[in-house]
């Protein structure tokens, strides 16, 4: 009956090779892993705090660039007019210029330029 009374003490599912006196007392490899673990889940928390400013800033920055929208189709409509408008003016400027006359360059001085145009 005394080994029937020893193995009552043990809790159910643990042999008598696996003696843990104490929870406190950890072995070297426990005492390292839990420190390592307890390390990798504060750099995790860091990096979700990081990623969360991040996300943060891009929503800003996508606020930001959302405000300027119609400024940018305003100028994107003031540039498609002016595009269209130099070709016209430059197709009616053509056209007035009479077939053989050129203009020259006459430099008369320091800095003194005069055009004229020879028909």
């Known amino acids: 009956m005394s080994t029937s009374a020893s193995r009552s003490n ?5 042999s008598s090779t696996n003696v843990v006196a104490n929870p406190s007392e950890k072995s070297p490899f426990e005492q390292q892993r839990d420190a390592l673990v307890s390390e990798i889940a504060i750099s995790l928390e860091h990096v979700l705090q990081n990623i969360n400013k991040l996300n943060r800033s891009l929503e800003g920055v996508i606020a930001v660039g959302n405000e300027f929208g119609s400024v940018e189709a305003l100028w ?9 408008q130099p070709e016209e003016v430059g197709e009616q400027g053509e056209g007035e210029e009479e077939e053989g006359a050129e203009w020259h360059e006459n430099v008369e001085g320091e800095g003194d330029t005069t055009m004229t145009r020879d028909e």
């Open 76 to 84: 994107s409509q003031f540039e498609g007019v002016m595009g269209d």
């Open 10 to 14: 043990a809790p159910s599912g643990s």
